[in-house]
């Protein structure tokens, strides 16, 4: 079978919503208003610390598809204000998000065993108002949440290829600057500013779908132990580290492009490996200033980049069933499948989704009872199931 990122298509039932006069739909579905009603027609369980377990209504997967959501709408009503990363969430609230992440990732681990037969995935991208300013929707799309899928491979080997030229495949082998020109310095910098006993660096062979070809190219750790190493808060100590690390060498970077020999950003996690890899590193600083030089002859260019950090961090199961956690520049704003090559279309079709739904609905519901029972949070009656 040809390797290739491959399309799917996923019905779904229409939102029954009216969107108000004026307003784009990526703003109102960040509103207060729309979150409630995600609540009570889509929402599975609540805790006390503001975390929503819901089903995705426009999900990616009719197999399993569903988000915690830190709903900080009704507590901090500037958009600009929330929490959009988990390096900015309150330490009992991180703690709480991540015990729930790891049941989910179990459950999904222990309900699809075999990798030949689900690609399974969890993680994160930044909901920073990183587009331009004048782009719609910006400032409303502020609300940290994560995802949880499960694909049949069945299905992602029966989808037509997608186009590799389509610009959501952005990735590290094939659009991402900090692979394009930095690949080295890039991987430097993650070896020697964290120190991570539970993430093993992998090789891009092993990292890889064999179905897509994808991702490709990005820095990648095997998590040591598999899916009982998420039961450890060092495991989730780490994985924060990564993102931390990858914060400091994109604001690094972009804060050299922006200003020649600029200081040290404020605020950094490393210092002195930022100091000692990055600014005296010429490859890092010869491509800031190709990119620098670019903004001053190319409006559209410099319009399009993302000046503060844009990310896709992942967990995965690749081809042998370890799994494997990798990081991404978010450059186009495109879903998290599409690191694994696995783009997504999304089609309004009732009828469709009501056949997949009441198989959903129950691993859903399974999911649920185990955070129950694990004290996580309280069951949420809707139109399709009850609270407990």
């Given at each position: 079978?040809?390797?290739?990122?491959?399309?799917?298509?996923?019905?779904?039932?229409?939102?029954?919503?009216?969107?108000?006069?004026?307003?784009?739909?990526?703003?109102?579905?960040?509103?207060?208003?729309?979150?409630?009603?995600?609540?009570?027609?889509?929402?599975?369980?609540?805790?006390?610390?503001?975390?929503?377990?819901?089903?995705?209504?426009?999900?990616?997967?009719?197999?399993?598809?569903?988000?915690?959501?830190?709903?900080?709408?009704?507590?901090?009503?500037?958009?600009?204000?929330?929490?959009?990363?988990?390096?900015?969430?309150?330490?009992?609230?991180?703690?709480?998000?991540?015990?729930?992440?790891?049941?989910?990732?179990?459950?999904?681990?222990?309900?699809?065993?075999?990798?030949?037969?689900?690609?399974?995935?969890?993680?994160?991208?930044?909901?920073?108002?990183?587009?331009?300013?004048?782009?719609?929707?910006?400032?409303?799309?502020?609300?940290?949440?994560?995802?949880?899928?499960?694909?049949?491979?069945?299905?992602?080997?029966?989808?037509?290829?997608?186009?590799?030229?389509?610009?959501?495949?952005?990735?590290?082998?094939?659009?991402?600057?900090?692979?394009?020109?930095?690949?080295?310095?890039?991987?430097?910098?993650?070896?020697?500013?964290?120190?991570?006993?539970?993430?093993?660096?992998?090789?891009?062979?092993?990292?890889?779908?064999?179905?897509?070809?994808?991702?490709?190219?990005?820095?990648?750790?095997?998590?040591?132990?598999?899916?009982?190493?998420l039961k450890d808060i060092r495991f989730w100590r780490e994985y924060d580290a990564v993102l931390k690390g990858?914060?400091?060498?994109?604001?690094?970077?972009?804060?050299?492009?922006?200003?020649?020999?600029?200081?040290?950003?404020?605020?950094?996690?490393?210092?002195?490996?930022?100091?000692?890899?990055?600014?005296?590193?010429?490859?890092?600083?010869?491509?800031?200033?190709?990119?620098?030089?670019?903004?001053?002859?190319?409006?559209?260019?410099?319009?399009?980049?993302?000046?503060?950090?844009?990310?896709?961090?992942?967990?995965?199961?690749?081809?042998?069933?370890?799994?494997?956690?990798?990081?991404?520049?978010?450059?186009?704003?495109?879903?998290?499948?599409?690191?694994?090559?696995?783009?997504v279309n999304r089609r309004p079709d009732a009828d469709a989704y009501a056949a997949r739904e009441p198989a959903?609905?129950?691993?859903?519901?399974?999911?649920?009872?185990?955070?129950?029972?694990?004290?996580?949070?309280?069951?949420?009656?809707?139109?399709?199931?009850?609270?407990?």
């Amino acid at each position: 079978m040809t390797t290739g990122p491959r399309e799917i298509t996923t019905p779904f039932r229409p939102i029954p919503l009216d969107i108000p006069e004026g307003m784009k739909p990526n703003e109102f579905f960040n509103s207060t208003e729309n979150l409630a009603d995600l609540v009570h027609n889509n929402g599975l369980l609540v805790n006390p610390e503001n975390l929503l377990l819901y089903r995705k209504a426009l999900g990616h997967s009719n197999e399993f598809d569903c988000s915690i959501i830190y709903n900080t709408s009704k507590v901090i009503l500037d958009p600009l204000g929330r929490p959009v990363r988990r390096t900015q969430v309150p330490d009992r609230v991180l703690h709480v998000w991540n015990r729930m992440n790891g049941i989910i990732i179990e459950y999904m681990m222990e309900r699809y065993p075999d990798p030949a037969e689900a690609l399974i995935l969890a993680g994160e991208a930044s909901l920073d108002a990183t587009w331009p300013l004048t782009a719609p929707g910006v400032p409303s799309i502020r609300m940290l949440h994560n995802h949880f899928m499960v694909f049949p491979m069945q299905d992602l080997r029966a989808a037509p290829h997608a186009d590799p030229g389509n610009p959501n495949l952005t990735d590290g082998g094939q659009h991402s600057l900090f692979q394009a020109y930095m690949r080295d310095v890039y991987r430097e910098f993650f070896t020697r500013a964290l120190e991570l006993r539970m993430l093993r660096p992998v090789a891009d062979s092993d990292a890889r779908l064999d179905l897509t070809g994808y991702p490709h190219g990005l820095p990648s750790w095997e998590i040591l132990g598999g899916v009982r190493a998420l039961k450890d808060i060092r495991f989730w100590r780490e994985y924060d580290a990564v993102l931390k690390g990858f914060l400091d060498f994109y604001r690094s970077f972009f804060s050299q492009v922006s200003t020649r020999n600029a200081s040290m950003p404020d605020g950094v996690y490393f210092p002195r490996h930022v100091e000692e890899v990055l600014l005296f590193n010429n490859d890092f600083l010869k491509t800031a200033r190709k990119v620098r030089d670019r903004c001053m002859t190319d409006a559209k260019y410099a319009n399009a980049i993302r000046w503060q950090p844009a990310f896709k961090q992942l967990i995965y199961r690749n081809d042998e069933g370890r799994l494997i956690v990798t990081i991404s520049q978010n450059s186009i704003g495109n879903a998290i499948t599409e690191l694994l090559g696995v783009v997504v279309n999304r089609r309004p079709d009732a009828d469709a989704y009501a056949a997949r739904e009441p198989a959903l609905i129950e691993r859903l519901l399974e999911v649920r009872r185990r955070l129950i029972e694990a004290d996580l949070g309280d069951g949420i009656a809707t139109g399709y199931w009850p609270a407990e």
